[in-house]
């Protein structure tokens, strides 16, 4: 079962909350880019939660994009058709409006029509230009993105976003995997928010929030791990 924001799960969802208040403390950070190491670490399902997290925000305008060609998963989790997308606005084929579809507060952009090179279109000017236009319309933007560990997609994306979040299924990936997508993310440049561990078990009378670690120079701990104990009288 998949952990949806916002659906009564109270330590859900304050971990999405927490991640909403590091990533909003720079203002600045407005493009972000969410991507893993390999499938199935559900970067999918976090960045459908997270951008519904920060709609709910008052007075904050937030848009969601899929660019996981392959995958499509954007459209699927929240049952919503993909005849058009970002393709086709990057193509010319469709008008932005005509793309835009409505989850609660929140603007989707599905992935749209598969593209035969999915680097000739990301690497487009056109493309670059799109995201410039909607980084000045939108308070934030997340954009889905393939693994590193199966496409170069995510790498050319996060040249022209402000930040890259990396999603870390617990037990899915060994170490010298993410080692190799931290790797690959720096030598592009990428600006690394932080990773999100995923798919951990809590253990019995125990709550953890989301495991989120950023990064200076590769290697300083930004966001702090947590683990509360419940007392006997717990006020929510």
């Known amino acids: 079962m998949r952990a949806e924001y916002n659906q009564g799960n109270f330590e ?3 971990s999405y909350r927490e991640v909403r208040t590091y990533l909003g403390i720079n203002k600045d950070t ?15 399902t976090i960045a459908c939660n997270l951008a519904s997290c920060f709609a709910e925000l ?5 848009l969601l994009i899929d660019c996981d060609f392959a995958k499509r998963g954007v459209s699927r989790y929240f049952n919503i058709e993909n005849a058009r997308g970002i ?26 029509a598969r593209p035969s090179n999915t680097s000739i ?22 954009i889905d993105s393939p693994p590193i560990s199966r ?16 999603v870390n299924a617990v037990g899915a990936i ?14 592009v440049g990428a600006n690394i928010l932080g990773v999100i561990l995923n798919k951990f078990k809590p253990e019995k009378n125990e709550y953890y929030s989301y495991y989120s670690y950023g990064y200076e120079d590769s290697k300083r701990k930004l966001f702090g791990s947590k683990k509360h104990k419940k007392h006997k009288k717990h006020k929510e």
């Open 151 to 166: 496409m170069n997609d995510a790498c050319i994306i996060t040249q022209y976003v402000d930040g890259t979040l990396i």
């Open 30 to 44: 407005k493009t972000i880019l969410i991507t893993s190491a390999e499938m199935d670490e559900g970067k999918t």
């Open 87 to 112: 393709s086709d606005i990057v193509f010319g084929n469709n008008k932005v409006e005509e793309c835009i579809q409505k989850v609660g507060f929140l603007d989707v952009i599905t992935s749209g």
């Open 58 to 62: 008052e007075d904050t305008k937030v």
């Open 12 to 14: 859900i969802n304050e």
């Open 121 to 142: 279109l990301l690497n487009s000017q056109s493309m670059k230009n799109v995201i410039k236009k909607f980084r000045e319309e939108y308070d934030y933007v997340f």
């Open 174 to 187: 060994d170490s010298r995997i993410a080692k190799i997508t931290l790797e690959k993310l720096n030598k």
